[in-house]
């Protein structure tokens, strides 16, 4: 934060420095992105030498390679709607309208930042580094799955002799990348097609045949679970 009792000078000395380093950071990020499609890891030094910075320059900015890549999910996550579509997952009523929503913003992130989900799915076997990172956002995927599992057997609606943390895993296994990677980029489903047949798919596997929602006027999600604050 500028500080306002400084002169004049310093606060633009400050906000010039501030600017320039917004922009170098920017400039990394865009070259990382474009270099995503092609490359067969995350190398911080073509990177840097593509961005015209040193590599300490980079590491200043991200701390290390993870948090390129962290860096790198986030800026996806916000341009493709992914942290507002979870937002919509928590405002349902039910646990069939959450378990719908979370599948379809799956999807839909899947599809809309497909070079960012194509790239992870190449690298991640050979980087360990890679690895961790998605491994990481596997493992919150699959907790929410368990919250909104939860939920369902407080209505009576999972299938006989399936516990939560089982209907999560068949949800979680019925929405990865390479599901929509078969239906959408090897069998040329459109989109919208490849995310109702997924999502049907993956409510049948969970639900009991014959059961209705039980909606309620708020759902505390955080008391089955969930680790993220709702808004």
């Known amino acids: 934060m500028v500080d306002e009792n400084r002169p004049p000078r310093r606060r633009y000395i400050q906000g010039l420095r501030a600017e320039e380093t917004a922009q170098t950071r920017a400039r990394i990020l865009a070259v990382a992105r474009e270099r995503l499609a ?4 995350l190398s911080v ?6 961005a015209g910075v040193s590599v300490q320059t980079l590491y200043s900015h991200f701390g290390s390679k993870g948090g390129l890549l ?11 709607g992914l942290l507002a579509g979870f937002d919509q997952v928590w405002r349902c009523r039910h646990g069939e309208a959450a378990l719908r929503a979370m599948a379809e913003t799956t999807l839909g992130f899947w ?9 992870a799915l190449r690298v991640r076997r ?4 890679v690895e961790a990172r998605i491994a990481g956002l596997d493992e919150s995927r699959l907790g929410d799955l368990v919250v909104i599992c939860r939920r369902l057997r407080e209505e009576d609606r999972l299938r006989p002799g399936v516990a939560p943390a089982r209907a999560a895993r068949l949800a979680f296994a019925l929405t ?3 599901v929509y990677e078969a239906l959408v980029k090897q069998c ?3 989109a919208p097609v490849a995310t109702r047949m997924v999502v049907d798919a993956t409510v049948d596997a969970v639900l009991r045949p014959g059961t209705q929602p039980i909606q309620a006027v708020a759902i505390d999600w955080a008391r ?7 808004a």
């Open 188 to 190: 040329g489903l459109s």
């Open 38 to 41: 092609d490359a067969d890891q």
């Open 70 to 80: 962290s860096a790198l999910t986030e800026q996806f996550s916000t341009e493709v």
């Open 111 to 119: 599809h809309n930042a497909w070079t960012f989900v194509q790239f």
């Open 126 to 129: 050979t980087d360990p580094e």
């Open 45 to 50: 030094h073509e990177i840097a030498g593509l």
């Open 224 to 230: 089955l679970g969930l680790k993220s604050p709702v």
């Open 176 to 178: 990865t990348p390479y």
